[in-house]
């Protein structure tokens, strides 16, 4: 299979610092007087994006509630409305979005809260909440809207009562986008933690129960058809607790995340659904022992993940076997792991191309990706370069055909090594640090660039 690599002679000028590479900080909006939750001290949680009227809007919740802001022009942000939620203050850990059709779908999974509906479709102008309840909803911990199916499907849904209250999946109705109604309960397990759907193919993250992808196309409760797992998968490389995933345009490959210090994200081959099989596996290259993903998304090549202490990072999957990092920006400063802190989550669906990330310290951000400038090159001979083992703790072999020039560099920009060589290289790597670094090779007047990791 071929192999997409970043072409660019000037990588090592492109990283602006040794947070980021490849991206521009457009805004960033964080206030001060809202507090941070008990439990891990976040004031922010989860962002989402939307277009209406030629306008680009970000959405970030808070512990106060949800925010809104009109980012068509980045580096002139207003915030445009807010919607107070039914519950606030230091307990609010968790809030998700998705909006459909004109209205904006809000829940929140502590406290007294309600399933918030608001009409966005005059934005920036107005908004209007249509529906502010907890007679269907009290808590939920996410939520995802089936456009082709108007399915809005709630994980994790707690509702008003005692007793049996809790529900792993609801799935409601949005026929009448302003009052849904229930569809369907699926509880086969204890809990449903996320969930992506198309056209009512769920692929449900179940936490420490793995993944299971289920079909609701057929179901229909007057006559008794229920729904029908196609597959699951419970065992495989640095499997933790199941927490969110995402599936590629084509529907041949699903991304997925266990949030785990440490564990490493998965890509699946899922062109069998009763085979769900674990092509690749990738991080963020910070830290083998700590790093921990929390929230993905695909958009056409790439895939944007928070990765809580880290920041945001960008992976090209053109090639689902061989990831590789593109760009990334740390938006918490910080550099130890404790608890779960830094970025929550990432929308990158805007029409100008332009990424949103929350972080839950910190707040807002709009960053430009700079790499859709340079030249992606289509290796016509994978042998130019080759390393491994990758990653690596001590030693790393370079094997290529030909004569060429081999630099090495931190993920600062910083020249490590430069040396002629010629068909391959071992270098030894035991006085560097761990984390990411870059290989460049120069031969026949083309650059090529390879990252590896350092255990």
């Not at 009227?53 to 409305?81: C, L, M, R, Y």
């Not at 779908?105 to 399933?115: A, H, K, M, Q």
């Not at 229930?182 to 969930?195: I, K, P, Q, R």
């Not at 707040?363 to 400038?373: A, C, H, R, S, T």
């Amino acid at each position: 299979m071929k192999r997409l690599l970043l072409l660019c002679a000037l990588l090592p000028f492109v990283v602006s610092a040794q947070n980021s590479l490849n991206t521009s900080l457009l805004y960033h909006w964080m206030d001060s007087t809202i507090i941070g939750t008990t439990l891990y001290d976040n004031a922010y949680n989860e962002v989402w994006g939307m277009a209406y009227n030629n306008k680009e809007f970000a959405v970030i919740g808070s512990t106060d509630g949800t925010h809104i802001f009109d980012v068509t022009d980045p580096v002139a942000s207003t915030q445009v409305a807010y919607i107070p939620g039914a519950a606030q203050g230091a307990a609010i850990v968790h809030r998700d979005y998705h909006d459909f059709d004109g209205y904006l779908y809000i829940v929140c999974d502590e406290g007294s809260s309600t399933l918030q509906i608001v009409d966005i479709s005059n934005l920036p102008n107005s908004f209007n909440i249509v529906y502010d309840s907890d007679s269907l909803i009290k808590r939920a911990h996410n939520i995802f809207i089936d456009e082709s199916t108007s399915h809005l499907y709630v994980c994790s849904e707690k509702q008003i009562g005692v007793g049996n209250n809790f529900n792993a999946l609801h799935i409601y109705d949005l026929s009448n986008p302003e009052l849904p109604t229930h569809w369907y309960t699926y509880n086969d397990v204890s809990h449903v933690h996320d969930a992506y759907v198309k056209n009512d193919t769920a692929f449900l993250n179940c936490g420490n129960q793995g993944l299971r992808i289920v079909d609701f196309s057929m179901v229909a409760p007057l006559l008794a058809v229920m729904h029908e797992e196609l597959g699951s998968l419970t065992t495989y490389p640095d499997a933790g607790y199941n927490h969110s995933g995402w599936l590629t345009d084509d529907g041949n490959y699903y991304v997925m995340a266990d949030e785990n210090h440490g564990y490493e994200m998965k890509i699946l081959d899922v062109s069998d659904y009763s085979n769900p099989t674990v092509v690749s596996t990738f991080f963020s290259g910070v830290s083998q022992m700590e790093s921990m993903p929390h929230n993905q998304i695909i958009n056409g090549n790439y895939v944007y993940t928070a990765h809580y202490h880290d920041g945001i990072y960008i992976h090209d999957i053109s090639d689902p076997n061989n990831p590789i990092l593109v760009a990334f920006y740390d938006t918490f400063d910080p550099t130890h792991y404790n608890s779960y802190m830094g970025a929550w989550g990432v929308y990158p669906f805007l029409p100008s191309g332009n990424i949103l990330v929350s972080d839950m310290q910190t707040g807002l951000y709009v960053f430009e990706i700079d790499y859709d400038g340079h030249t992606l090159l289509e290796e016509n001979s994978v042998n130019n370069l080759k390393l491994f083992p990758n990653p690596t703790k001590e030693m790393l072999n370079i094997q290529f055909e030909g004569e060429g020039l081999l630099k090495m560099f931190d993920v600062s920009g910083k020249l490590l090594q430069t040396k002629l060589v010629m068909g391959g290289e071992v270098l030894n790597l035991t006085e560097l640090q761990s984390g990411f670094y870059v290989v460049q090779l120069e031969i026949e007047k083309k650059v090529y660039h390879q990252k590896f990791i350092k255990q």
